[in-house]
């Protein structure tokens, strides 16, 4: 499984403040931190900050500076999407990725063109203009048209996930069920890939590193192929590589060995 760190995000008050501050060692660290946990690409999220795409710019630079991994551009803003994604090209750094698309006509169109010119990977939330759906089965629709709508700007199969968009339990119980099945439905379409931002399924309740753990587990069953999770959750990564190693996706166990003997469990 692709593994994303969150944990720069300044939807989260103190990353909104390392960020507007330019605390640039606190950062660096939060990144280097995730890396160690196992994290094989990390989100980079400032749109809570002013002048959004300066600080794309300024935090990817300084992210760069200590850890190796591809970063994913987390915004809704194709300006500062543009800057990150710039930022790295001029760095050289392997394939990123954008987050993210809808199905919704005005977004794409801005979105689709920057991750064609960097040759980025992108998630695809299904979503369009009448919101997030509510069976798995309309989901699967939307997935459908979001294959197509990347096909029609040459954007390979292969640099698109599809995240069906999992919903708090605490509010929405049926929806957990929803998103499996739509996991499902989804990895019937050719060479489709999935994600999802797995925090958000435990979102308003205590122990929340339990459900994410059970939930990740339980995704790995239904075709599950990447998530943005915090990497520094023992709970959660301990959860990935049993599962991994249960399911037959870790050779002979060894990364499950590896990661408990780096203490990583």
């Avoid at 002048?51 to 803003?77: F, G, R, Y």
Wanted: with cysteine; net charge negative; proline share 5%.
């Amino acid at each position: 499984m692709l593994i994303i760190g969150e944990k720069i995000n300044s939807s989260h008050p103190k990353i909104s403040r390392a960020i507007a501050g330019q605390d640039a060692a606190y950062l660096q660290k939060l990144a280097q931190e995730q890396v160690a946990g196992g994290a094989q690409m990390l989100d980079v999220n400032c749109g809570t900050v002013k002048n959004e795409p300066a600080a794309m710019d300024w935090l990817v630079k300084i992210i760069q500076e200590k850890v190796q991994v591809p970063l994913v551009i987390d915004s809704p803003n194709p300006e500062a999407i543009e800057a990150g994604l710039s930022r790295l090209s001029a760095g050289h750094q392997e394939q990123a990725m954008v987050n993210s698309i809808t199905a919704e006509k005005e977004r794409f169109e801005k979105i689709l063109p920057l991750v064609k010119k960097y040759n980025a990977g992108v998630i695809a939330l299904t979503m369009n203009e009448q919101g997030i759906p509510r069976t798995a089965l309309e989901r699967f629709t939307i997935a459908q048209n979001l294959q197509q709508i990347t096909g029609d700007y040459k954007i390979p199969l292969s640099n698109l996930y599809i995240d069906p968009l999992v919903q708090p339990v605490a509010s929405e119980p049926q929806q957990v069920i929803e998103f499996l099945e739509s996991l499902r439905l989804i990895k019937t379409l050719p060479k489709a890939q999935t994600i999802c931002g797995l925090s958000n399924v435990s979102f308003g309740l205590p122990n929340r590193s339990l459900l994410n753990a059970i939930f990740i587990a339980m995704c790995f069953g239904y075709g599950l192929d990447a998530a943005i999770i915090d990497p520094t959750d023992k709970n959660i990564m301990g959860a990935v590589r049993a599962a991994e190693a249960l399911l037959n996706k870790d050779e002979y166990c060894l990364n499950y060995i590896k990661a408990y003997r780096e203490s990583q469990l």
